[in-house]
């Protein structure tokens, strides 16, 4: 808008200046409506004099004297006042003016550009901050409340004394946590990998089989895991007596609610159209039961086996189980109200079968970790649900069931009729109990493995099992010993036949062995022998030949520009005349010495390698005035087949370094001269910096696009 | 001086007696030492003198670093580096900074010299990781090494090195050829009737053994243990280490010895017909085939240094070769009869030869100037350098080895000598192990040599104790480091030279290397214009009046060639000369 704004006066002025003869008059005929926009003055094109002034001046009394004497001196002086410079000159000027200030302001950059210039390494971001995520303090620290609303939420942090501003961590505790190793990070990251896996895993396990509409399945899944918290829980009675606390007010809980509740009471409809059936279908009568174990085994009290009844318990094993010699229990096991102490009983036992068995073994792991998982959800709800009923609301659900026994009577009489068969079943499961029970007994001993020894007959046995091991194993260091002895005589053996051989012309050798270097004479006749045998090949002639050749072939040849029969007669046999010869006969410059020049036997071959060529620096790059600079520059190899690792980490590190992802900002002035300052620390600065711009313009900034660019005012 | 310490050193515990009990640190006597070390011309005058100032003055002394002590390192700075260490890594000479020099230039110098430093420090100082030194074999008084039998070694030593020492009795198919990998861990050895076996030498367990049914001229293994090339009658084959044929290489024939250039992955063969090719065992190219002209090539080596390979020639030359250059790089005459045999030395400093004529000679190969010659009487048939310099020689039916023969110390008695029944036909020492291996008409033998192999062994480079993964691992750095065969030349540090031939050297080389002129001009060619203005007889018309450009250069190059052509005529005639002139013009036109 600002902009529009002056655009248009800009463009009013230039108009203004396009035509300035063209005055718009105001009308000044009087009328009615006086416009407010136009005042009408008398003598408005008129210039003011100073004179006019003057006058008015000497009436103030406000106006010092000194003023007024001025203004009478320049009233007298009668010379004119000089000329203004013409446009060109005084824009000359400016642009002097405004060349020397930028030239200051941006040659502070200078020293920071050559330095990155001839830094080594860059990395980039350059005021680099900590990785990781920055805490709340931190990045809420240059933050303000503007809203009223959040006035408000500050004004409530404040008085419930939460931290706002002040650090969390002191100093200490913020510099331990940095330090949490790349390792430990690792290691850490891995675990909560690994759990968010199986996490998942088992949602989508849970939901698999929370799909499952088999109803037996559900019953198998569920009876498999009270099993296994059962068998948990008595672990964690030895371990972890707080954790088995906490599960038995659970427990406890729960029988609360299974009491309050109708669940398993066989009063629902279900279990009304199952009683009419049962007369007549064996299975209906089995879930019915069923239910009614359930409900029992809900709402059985738990007994905390404190360490003096276990071990009473023990005791009583050992003589005769009270049990036993109750009668109700051999009669009915499926009847809550004929039971008395039954905590320590585990029908379930008996009934799992093998298949279960194995089912619940291989969801064992999986089903701890989902049951942790829901234990906690549990706790949570608990805790959320605060659904401890008190003990007047126990009384009250006691007395409702009381009345329910009313109703449940017809049940009842059902529930008679059908003991005869319930105890032939229950015979029948404990016959079964026994049987698995002696199963797991040889199972035991199957899995035993080693035998026990139980008498000293046992033992004497077992001496005789073990002996000759223990006899064959010292045995067995004796062959490898007499192997070992045998063996050197055996390559004795084999090396005496050799030796027999060696040693025997060794002998006869060891006189000719010697005489390596041979005596001159000797040497003077093979010499003439060797003369002799080579007479038809003069090695050496031949060799000399062919050097000769090589060398003249090396040699440049004389162009000779001489034109026969120029200038003179020609014909056959005649040779063009001396000073021919001389004037057109150009001789090349000789090439350099060869490099075989002082070997007579060598001959080394001139020919350049272009091979190599293609792969060598053919121009000198740009520091280095002279080959041999450069060439010592490159002599160490940066390969890590000659150095050592971290001599080649040094080498070739990069020239810049750059952060994937960060973003890199243009330098500002601040950066440099903060760290320009606490590098030089007292020295003073070598530059002078051109006035803080920064500072009254606030958030704007000078940037540099590019280090090496400067930029132009 | 040695006189002055320990009295300054009395007076300095007799100080301590008086004064308060600091805690002797072991390095304050070192420090005391290093105070007197620095001024013992004042030390000495006074010490005679009077002892009473000088205690005076230890006394200030000590109490000042005493102060300073409690604080200060006792060691500052880097560890010294023992000077002999920092030769040993020295890698061309410092380049120092011209008078008049600009600030880059300073600066370029400046940081390249302070990073080689570093480099050389850092080597140097890294080099107590190799702590292994190689074994040696010591006789009793008056008794000289070589009479000492393997088997008395083999009794001497421990069980497994005295397991190094054994005899394959191949007396079938004989005599044998042999091949270390470059490990160590594997044997190849090749009869010369066609038998062909690859060994873990060191467990003596067989990988392969085959009868390839033609006479085995030469055996190789390749880059890895996993192949190896045998040099049969006619062809080159190629096998894998269970004696799996990979390829029957039908442009190499008769070939008679071979030589692998690890770093180039190339394979070096000299054959019946005098050609040498190299085969390129990564891309299975050919690289290079040069007929050297020379006749039959049968003595063949490479140097490990700059590899180059060396040939041995029945006029006594040995000629050296690239597969860049058809003609040889060098070619010096080493004896007066054939070449017999040939080895280079490690470092590519040594060469040493036998001949027909029955000596031994040395060479500097740097300088191509022979160091020392004996004559061996025998001859020496077979020549083999280790990697700690040892040579060792077969001559006729003795293994004979030399100590210091790489040197200007002239051959003496040999070191050790072994002998074997039947015609020694391969010898070659096992890397990283005192072992010879000798390949002969009965079989294979295989002879502990102390202090013959190197007793540090590059892990990264070739490491004898590698697992399957390792050796995977290394052939893909292997192949990513394979350096080209263009850069095979006598001068291996040639790449770090500033190329300095001149514009129209390169040019020529250019136009050769691509068959054309990149830089040539391209011949007038007439635009095409409209209205019948580009008829045939306006575009000649056009042609010719640029046609005199092209002519000019024409002549001006043509004129050179054309007298030196003439100056090579003994006689002509002045009519035939112009004629010839003309008609050259003609042509030009």
Redesign the interface.
């Known amino acids: 808008m600002q902009n529009e704004n002056l655009v248009q006066i800009s463009f009013f002025n230039q108009l203004m200046l396009v035509h300035p003869r063209k005055k718009q008059n105001e009308r000044s005929e009087a009328s009615v409506q006086v416009s407010e926009y136009f005042v009408n003055a008398e003598g408005t094109g008129d210039k003011v004099n100073l004179s006019d002034l003057l006058g008015t001046v000497e009436k103030t009394s406000g106006a010092s004297n000194k003023t007024k004497k001025q203004l009478r001196n320049l009233q007298s002086s009668k010379e004119t006042l000089e000329l203004p410079l013409n446009k060109q000159q005084t824009e000359k000027i400016q642009r002097g003016i405004a060349y020397e200030k930028t030239t200051a302001e941006v040659s502070c950059w200078k020293n920071i550009i050559l330095q990155n210039q001839?830094a080594?390494q860059m990395v980039f971001p350059l005021n680099q901050e900590s990785s990781g995520p920055k805490r709340v303090e931190q990045v809420v620290a240059g933050w303000k409340v503007q809203t009223p609303l959040e006035q408000e939420i500050f004004r409530l942090l404040h008085g419930s004394r939460q931290p706002v501003n002040d650090p969390v961590l002191t100093p200490v505790e913020e510099q331990s946590l940095k330090a949490m190793s790349l390792e430990e990070a690792k290691i850490r990251r891995a675990e909560l990998q690994k759990a968010r896996a199986l996490q998942s895993y088992y949602e989508a396990k849970a939901k698999r089989e929370k799909k499952i509409k088999s109803k037996k399945y559900h019953k198998v899944q569920n009876k498999a895991k009270r099993k296994d918290f059962l068998k948990q829980f008595d672990e964690m009675v030895k371990t972890n007596p707080e954790g088995a606390l906490e599960e038995l007010k659970k427990m406890e809980l729960s029988r609360m609610e299974e009491r309050m509740s109708l669940k398993h009471q066989n009063s629902g409809k279900w279990a009304k159209s199952k009683a009419i059936m049962a007369k007549y279908d064996d299975s209906a009568r089995k879930a019915m039961q069923e239910q009614l174990q359930m409900n029992k085994d809900l709402t059985q009290k738990m007994v905390v086996p404190s360490d003096d009844e276990h071990e009473s318990i023990e005791e009583g094993l050992e003589t005769v189980p009270d049990f036993v010699n109750d009668p109700e229990t051999v009669i009915d096991p499926v009847n809550p109200w004929m039971r008395g102490q039954l905590t320590h009983e585990e029908p379930e036992v008996s009934c799992v079968t093998a298949e279960e068995v194995q089912t619940a073994e291989e969801e064992n792991e999986e089903e701890e970790i989902i049951g942790e998982f829901e234990r906690k959800r549990k706790l949570r709800q608990a805790d959320e649900e605060d659904l401890i009923p008190t003990e007047e609301e126990r009384k009250k659900t006691q007395e409702e069931d009381e009345d329910e026994e009313e109703d449940v009577s017809e049940f009842n009489t059902l529930f008679r009729l059908m003991r005869s068969e319930k105890t032939r079943e229950g015979s029948n499961q404990t016959r079964g109990g026994l049987n698995t029970a002696g199963e797991e007994d040889e199972e035991g001993l199957l899995s035993e493995g080693q035998i026990r020894v139980r008498s000293i007959e046992d033992l004497e046995v077992l001496d005789e099992v073990v002996e000759p091991r223990a006899i064959e194993e010292p045995s067995a260091p004796q062959t490898a010993a007499a192997e070992a002895t045998s063996e050197p005589p055996h390559k004795?053996k084999r090396?005496i036949n050799?030796?027999e051989?060696?040693?025997k012309?060794?002998k006869a050798?060891?006189l000719?062995?010697?005489?390596?270097?041979?005596d001159e004479e000797e040497?003077d006749e093979?010499i003439s022998i060797?003369?002799e045998?080579?007479a038809g090949?003069d090695?050496?002639s031949?060799?000399i030949k062919?050097k000769s050749r090589q060398e003249a072939a090396g040699r440049p040849?004389?162009?000779?520009?001489?034109l026969?029969?120029w200038g003179e007669w020609?014909?056959?046999?005649l040779k063009p005349p001396r000073w021919k010869r001389k004037r057109f006969r150009i001789k090349t410059a000789p090439p350099p010495p060869r490099q075989?020049q002082k070997?007579p036997?060598?001959?080394?071959?001139e020919?350049?390698?272009?091979?190599?060529?293609?792969?060598?620096?053919?121009q000198?790059p740009?520091?280095?005035?002279n080959?041999?600079?450069?060439?010592?520059?490159?002599?160490?190899?940066i390969?890590?087949?000659?150095?050592?690792q971290?001599?080649v980490k040094?080498?070739t590190k990069p020239k810049v370094v750059t952060k994937l992802g960060a973003i890199i900002e243009p330098m500002v002035k601040e950066d440099f001269i903060k760290s320009k300052t606490t590098a030089a620390g007292g020295k003073g600065a070598a530059i002078m910096l051109g006035e803080n711009r920064r500072a009254k313009e606030g958030t704007k900034r000078t940037k540099i696009l590019a280090l090496t660019e400067l930029p132009t005012a | 001086m040695a006189a002055v310490t320990p009295e300054v050193l009395t007076s300095t515990h007799v100080e301590k007696m008086k004064k308060k009990k600091l805690p002797k640190r072991y390095w304050e006597e070192t420090e005391k030492t290093d105070q007197s070390q620095r001024r013992p011309e004042e030390e000495q005058g006074k010490a005679g003198q009077n002892q009473n100032k000088s205690t005076v003055k230890e006394k200030s002394l000590k109490r000042k670093n005493g102060e300073s002590l409690e604080k200060k390192d006792p060691f500052p700075g880097e560890a010294p580096i023992p000077q002999k260490q920092l030769q040993k890594f020295q890698?061309?000479?410092?380049?120092k900074v011209?008078a008049g020099?600009?600030e880059?230039?300073k600066?370029?110098?400046a940081?390249?010299?302070a990073?080689?430093e570093?480099?050389?420090k850092?080597?140097a100082?890294?080099d107590l990781l190799l702590p292994e030194d190689a074994g040696f074999l010591e006789g009793d008084e008056d008794e000289?090494t070589?009479?000492i039998?393997?088997?008395d070694i083999?009794?001497a030593v421990d069980i497994t090195s005295g397991s190094k020492y054994f005899?394959l009795h191949l007396s079938q198919f004989g005599p044998y050829r042999l091949d270390y990998s470059r490990t160590g861990r594997n044997l190849l050895v090749g009869g010369k009737k066609g038998h062909v076996a690859c060994i873990d030498w060191q467990t003596k367990d067989l990988k392969c053994e085959m009868n390839v049914m033609e006479t085995v001229n030469d055996v190789k293994w390749l880059h890895t243990e996993a192949m190896f090339a045998v040099a049969q009658k006619r062809w080159l084959y190629i096998y894998d280490s269970k004696g799996v044929e990979l390829h029957c290489v039908k442009k190499f024939n008769d070939v008679l010895r071979m030589q692998f250039l690890p770093y180039h992955f190339l394979l070096a063969t000299a054959s019946a017909t005098g050609f040498l090719q190299y085969l390129d065992v990564s891309i299975g190219k050919e690289v290079a085939a040069i007929c050297t002209k020379m006749g039959r090539l049968d003595v063949m080596a490479q140097n490990p240094h700059n590899a180059v390979i060396h040939l041995g020639h029945p006029?006594?030359?040995v000629s050296l070769w690239?597969p860049?250059?058809k003609?040889?790089?060098?070619?010096?005459?080493?004896h007066?009869?054939a070449v017999r045999s040939l080895a280079v030395d490690k470092t590519g400093t040594y060469m040493v030869t036998s001949g027909l004529?029955?000596k031994l000679k040395v060479y500097d190969i740097r300088a191509?100037?022979p160091l020392h010659s004996?004559?061996?009487?025998?001859g020496a048939s077979c020549l083999s350098l280790s990697q700690r310099g040892l040579l060792s020689a077969a001559t006729g039916e003795?293994v004979?080895v030399y100590q210091n023969v790489l040197g200007s110390n002239?051959?003496?008695?040999?070191y050790m000598?072994h002998?074997l029944?039947g015609q020694i036909w391969g010898l070659a020492y096992c890397p990283f192990e005192d072992v010879l291996g000798i390949g002969h008409g009965e079989g294979f033998t295989s002879m502990i040599v102390p202090g013959a192999g190197e007793p540090n062994f590059d892990a990264?480079?070739t490491n004898p104790y590698r697992s399957h993964k390792q050796r995977q691992e290394w052939e893909v750095k292997a192949l990513l480091?394979k350096v080209?065969p263009?850069?095979i030349?006598l001068d291996p540090g040639?790449?770090?030279?500033?190329?300095?031939?001149s514009f129209e050297?390169?040019h020529k080389?250019q136009i050769?290397?691509l068959g054309f002129d990149p830089l040539a001009k391209d011949k007038f060619k007439p635009r095409t214009k409209k209205k019948g203005r580009s008829s045939a007889g306006a575009i000649e018309k056009r042609k010719r009046k640029v046609a005199h450009e092209d002519q000019r250069v024409f002549l001006s190059l043509s004129l050179?060639s054309l007298?030196?052509i003439?100056?090579h005529c003994s006689?002509?005639?002045?009519d035939d000369?112009s004629h010839r002139r003309c008609n050259i013009f003609k042509q030009s036109d």
């Open positions: 001839k080594e004795k090396e050799l030796k051989v060696l040693t012309e060794a050798v060891r000719p062995f010697l005489p390596t270097v041979v040497r093979q060797i003369k045998a080579f090949d090695v050496i031949d060799f062919d040849a004389v162009v000779d520009l001489t026969p029969g020609g014909g056959v046999g075989d070997l036997d060598v001959i080394i071959s020919k350049r390698t272009a091979s190599v060529a293609s792969h060598q620096v053919s000198l740009f520091p280095f005035q080959t041999a600079q450069f060439e010592s520059s490159i002599r160490t190899p390969g890590s087949t000659w150095n050592t971290t001599v040094n080498m | 890698r061309g000479k410092k380049c011209p020099a600009r880059r230039l600066e370029a110098i940081i390249s010299e990073m080689s570093h480099a050389q850092q080597a100082r890294y000289d070589n009479t039998s393997q088997a083999a009794d005899n006029n006594g030359t690239s860049n250059q003609e040889s790089l060098v070619k010096m005459l080493c007066r009869g004529d029955r191509f100037k004996c004559f061996l009487p025998a003795i004979q002239p051959v003496s008695k040999p000598a002998r029944r990264l480079d480091e080209q263009e850069l030349g040639q790449l770090s030279k500033v190329d300095q031939a050297q390169r080389e050769e290397a050179l007298f030196a003439i100056s006689y002509y005639r002045h000369a």
